[in-house]
Every structure is written in structure tokens, then in C-alpha cells.
């Protein structure tokens, strides 16, 4: 038994060997963290450490709860994200369908290439574009309201456009990402059920219909609910630095991720910003695990777990 | 007559798409004519799709300013080559090991990676432990190792294409004739899974030198900006970089000479120009791994 074990040591050691810088970075970058959620529920005093804080039960929570920020940066972070999946996805469905059609793949492979450039942008350089069109004085879209006979916009300073712009903004950056992924499942279409098709001739039309969208709907499925898991997280970029964190679009623009980082950093209110935090990650834990099990039951190959 | 219906449909399909490239690259072109415009012509006229008087005094003025700037990038360059090189190494031997068919505790590390896919400790835990107990704020490890270094995603990505694309009877053979596992990984598997390794090597340095986020997390000191941060800055300070020259320097910039409105969007041509540069050669990787992570995600 001794020998079998220290046989098994010996086989098994330059595994455990390779595992060891991921698990030790997983252990300080994920796995303290995660313990120190702990945070939330005590009067944090640096002085005497996360341990030795005193507790305060939920009134990190409570206190949270009776701002009226609770529902308006959850009702913000769900309903833009909940545009954002509507609208990358019926664009990206589109550009796909189309380019499949398209029979020059060089042109194919051009759109695809321009498409996916705003993916590699930081969300600084994208806030800098953004400024380049709604920046008040020198923007392009108030020289164009000039033109036009029409007023000035000062946009940083309008909350009411920005629920439209964020998802304009969004989906310029992300659309590309996504026609990759629907491309790459049209293209996986078996080729005998187009040829099937064609020989009882039906148009085009019909045939995204019938095969191309039904072929599909495991991707588009999957897609959504991978989103739909993650619709309480929103991207800290996109609603932080695009809008300049303009106090006057606070309303309009502040999510979760903003609100946690403005608690910590700015404010250096520990304990509504780690309340914030913790609220964010058990939702978002159930919303994962919810749609992990809906996955599982629908296509158990894509499932995560 | 079929076939003419088809090339209609080729054109306007051809057509729409290019109507759609144009808008997605209106904001860029904006962006880098406004650069290359004389800085009068901005304050009268705002930003346009075309220079009106071409001009290079935006440049001018951030080449005098070039010191911050290249130190910047040295700094993301560095950043971006080992936080690249450490996270490609870590993720490719994680997922080696658990491309391995069987060993004792495999379900746990694998659980163990899974699970961070899951659930996050959020912000806060993560930042009063990085600079109250490892003491990382103001270091270039708050650059590094934070959140960027090796994730789940991509670990799945290479275990899935080793499993896929390498033949198990390769590595027994390779064990037989006295390869350990660090020659097996070394000779076979960074060979035959060097598609997938560029991938997520593109991912990760991508991700580092877009970075921005661990820049204004955890560094407050000015030696340590990455380009980012500098873009971070001078879009909300547009004289951040005159701000800290030399009084030297300072009195051939005075304020109001400074032509803010192109320089703003010159040193926002800077920072992206990299990326622009290289991108086209590596889109097709990245195209790859968008499709591999989609059918295993």
C-alpha cells in the first residue's frame, strides 16, 4: 500500500508540478478574494484586518437597500445589458447570413476583418472616439446639428441620450465578435442539406428560414444564455470612462461595477462598496448556475459543467 | 435567368456590407484625419471626416513630450511581453495536465479552474488584498499580475485542442522511448498545438496592452504609467503631459498654445497605432479562437 503510494507520487509528480503555477495564481488572484467577501459583513477597520474587524451582520446590506442607488444601478446594469444581448445578436445574425451568402471570400474575409477592429480597441481608445462626436464645441454630430439648422447637444450632460448611445457604442464594439462566432456555425452546416434542398428548389429566403436559423439555434441558445449569466456584471469600461464619469450622467450611466469602484476609490466607502460587491457576485452566481442547468437540459455538450 | 437573380443578390449583399464596413470605420477615420488637422480649424469647424488645412502640429507637440510617452510604451511592452509569456506557460501546462486521461485529484483541479468561471469575490476583496497584504500598489507586478495573467476560458481552449488534435498514442510513445512530461510538453505538445498557443497568446496580449483597468486600480505613480493610463490621463487633462515637463520645455508650450483639440486626438492615434499596425496579421487567430471558444465555450 506504502509502495503503491509513493510509486503513485513519483508517476504523478511532474503533473502536479505543472498545475502548480495556475493553482497558485487561481489561489491569490480567485480564491482569497473570494473569502474576502467576508468584508460585507463587518465594520472594516484596516487596523485590525479582515479577520479581526468586528462583525455587523447585514447592516452593509440594509444600508444598501434603503439607498434608492440599489435599484437604480441594478435596474441599470440588467436593462442595458438586456439591450446590449437583443441588439448584438439580431445584428450579428444578420452580418452572418449575409456574408455566408457572399461569394467572394476575399470580400468575406475584408467585412470580417473590419468588423471585428473595433474588438481590439481599448475601452480608452473607444472613449476618445466617442468624445470625437459628442464632445460639445468641436464634436462631428453638433457640427452636423449646425448644418442643419439645429441647436447644440452638450451629450455629456443629457442623461437621456445615453441609454441609446452606450448601445450604439456597444455594438459597434462587440458586433464583430459575435458575427464570428454565427459564421463559423453557418459554415459548420452540413453542405448535403443545402443540396437536398435546392433539388425541391426553394429560395433563399426559404432556405435561412428552414435550415440556416434551425441549424443555428443551439449557437444562438448557448450565446444567450452564456449573456444572460452574466447579465449582472456589466463592462466598467464602456459605462465609466466612455461617458468621461460625468456627474450629470450618473443617473443614466451608473451600473454596479461603476458603483463598487466609486465607493472604494472615490468615496472610500468600504462597506456599501463591498455590500454592493457581494450582492453583485451571489446574484450573478445564481444567475451562472441557472442558465448552466437551462444549458445542460437544452444542448448538455455546451454546458459548462 | 437563375443565375442573374444570384448575382443581384450578390451585389446588393456586397453593397450593404460595405455600407456597414464604412460605419464601423467612420469613428477611426474621424479620429486620425482630426489628428493630422491644423488645430484652428477644429475650434471653427469641430472635428470632420477630412482634414481641412493638413497639418502635423499635434505631433509636433506630443514629440516634445516624447520622453513620457516612450517610457509609456516601454513600460506596456515589458508589461505585455512577460505578463504574455508567464500567462501562456501556466495556462498551457494547466491544461496539459488536465488533458491527461486520469490522475489522482484530476476532478478537483479541474473544478478548481471551472469554478473562477463561476463565481468572483468582486473588486473590493480583490483590491484591499493586492495593496494592503502583497503591497503590490505602485509596483510594476500591480501591472502584471492582476486579474490578466490566466483564466479559465483559455485553459479550456488548449486543453480541448490537446485532447482533440493530439494523438494520446504520440505522447505514450514519446513516454516509452524516456521522454518525462516537461520534454513531452516541450517537444510535442508547443509543436503540435501551436495554433491554439498563438491564439491565446494573442488573447493575453491583447488584454495587457489594452489594460487600463489595473493601471488605475493600483498605480498612482507617474514612472509606472503604461500607455493607457497616459491616454487615461490626457482625456480627462488634456495638458497632463506639459504638466510634468521640465520648465525648459514648458515655456515653448505655454498654455494656449497648445492646440488641445488635435492633440487629444494625436496622442489617441498613438496609443491605438500598434494595435492598427499588427492587427491585420493576427485577425486570423483571432478569428480562430472567437469560433474554437464558441463551440467550447
Redesign the interface.
Known sequence: MKKSFRY?LKK?M???I??L???L??L??????????L??FKHMD?SKG?LGSDWSGLANFEYLFKTPDAFRITRNTILYNGAFIISTMVMAII?AI??S????KR?VK?????????Y??????V???????L?G????L??VLERFGREKVSWYSRPEYWPFILVIINC?KTV??ST??Y???ILGIDGELYEAASVDGIT?LQRIRYIMLPMIKP?II??LL?NIGRIFYSD??LFY?VP?SSGALMDATNTI?TY??RG??SLGD?AM??AA??Y??LV??LL??CANWITKRYSSE?A?? | MHYRSEKIYQVFFNLFMILISIATLVPLIVLISSSFTQNKDITLYGYSLWPRTFSLEAYGYIWKERMQIFRAYFITIFVTASGTLLGVISSVLYAYALSKREFPLKRFFSVYLLFTMLFNGGLVPTYIMYTRYFGIKNTIFALIIPGLLMNAFNVILVRSYIQNNVPQALIEAATIDGANEFIIVRKLIFPLAKPIIATIGLFIGVAYWNDWQNGLYYVTDDKLYSIQQILNNMLKNIEYLSKNTTSVAKSTTLAGTLPAGTVRMAIAVVGMLPILVIYPFIQKYFVKGISLGAVKG
Open positions: 503513485k504523478y511532474p503533473i502536479y505543472m498545475l503555477p495556475g493553482f495564481y487561481l491569490i488572484n480567485n480564491y482569497i478574494p473570494m473569502g474576502g467577501i468584508i460585507a484596516y479582515i452580418f449575409l456574408l451568402e457572399i461569394w467572394s470580400a475584408f467585412y470580417q476583418t473590419v468588423l471585428l477592429l473595433p481590439m480597441l481599448s475601452m480608452i481608445i472613449s476618445y472616439l466617442a468624445y470625437s462626436f464632445a464645441d468641436t464634436g462631428l453638433n457640427g459597434w464583430g465578435y464570428v462566432i459564421l463559423a456555425s433563399k449557437t448557448t450565446i452564456l466598467f469600461g470612462q468621461m461595477d463598487v469602484y472604494l476609490i468600504v462598496s463591498s460587491g457581494v453583485q457576485s450573478g452566481f451562472v448556475l455546451n459548462l459543467f
